[in-house]
């Protein structure tokens, strides 16, 4: 049986005091590709937020466990140094640091030794090779001036630096033309191993065309209410979500 990851447990949670997730429970085992769906509104987004600790997002019940450890009161770089990684559905712009300079940052906060450099500039250029990145943009000013694409390869390219034991992508696919879904849809599979777990979170089946789910979990109104195989997937296709939670 594989190790579990990530164990929730009847998870609620509030944002502005308003009830999101209503007893929500979910388990990641390592080497799974998990898939949360689900319509607007539903809860996705705000799950994936308390896991990664988002001040904004207060937990009122219930717990989360990373590793067997309870991390539901870690802040998020507590979090993020256990392991665990978001790619933001919006990433951020950042003028003033080089896409170079944060991903060194990053990397020396997560694992909390000095970098090699030389080291950590052959690998960086080889992940941005591997998503067809032009090496010019490791000296461009994080995500300022980038495309929609450029953004969410920009995302990818750091999961692949930090190497988390778990990746949570948000909608990372949205506004990706077909070829940037494949590009990306590979560095997913490049990080994919027995000792780690990704969970995507989406509203369009084209990304899971590549990635091939293990797990899929349709989310409405803050609950988990229908767990499946890939198969799954088709049934959402067919009947939609609505006419789904209704069969």
Request: some cysteine; glycine content about 8%.
């Amino acid at each position: 049986m594989a190790e579990k990851l990530l164990e929730i447990r009847n998870l609620h949670a509030s944002v502005d005091g308003k009830e999101i997730l209503k007893g929500l429970s979910l388990d990641i085992e390592a080497g799974k590709v998990h898939v949360i769906m689900g319509p607007n509104g539903a809860g996705k987004s705000t799950l994936v937020n308390i896991i990664m600790g988002h001040p904004k997002y207060e937990v009122t019940a219930g717990s989360i466990k990373f590793e067997g450890e309870d991390i539901t009161g870690l802040k998020t770089d507590e979090r993020a140094k256990k392991g665990i990684f978001l790619s933001f559905q919006n990433p951020e712009e950042v003028p003033g640091i080089t896409v170079e300079s944060f991903l060194k940052g990053a990397k020396s906060a997560v694992t909390g030794q000095p970098l090699k450099i030389l080291a950590f500039k052959k690998h960086l250029k080889e992940k941005m090779e591997q998503l067809k990145m032009d090496e010019n943009y490791a000296s461009r000013y994080l995500n300022v001036g980038f495309s929609g694409g450029e953004k969410k390869k920009n995302e990818i390219l750091q999961m692949l630096m930090l190497n988390p034991k778990l990746a949570i992508l948000d909608e990372t696919d949205s506004g990706l033309d077909v070829d940037a879904v494949k590009i990306v849809s590979n560095g997913v599979r490049e990080f994919k191993n027995d000792e780690n777990s990704i969970l995507i979170i989406t509203h369009n089946s084209k990304i899971l065309e590549y990635l091939k789910p293990d797990c899929v979990h349709v989310v409405q109104d803050g609950r988990i209410v229908r767990t499946g195989d890939s198969s799954l997937i088709e049934e959402i296709n067919r009947h939609g979500f609505t006419e789904l939670a209704a069969l």
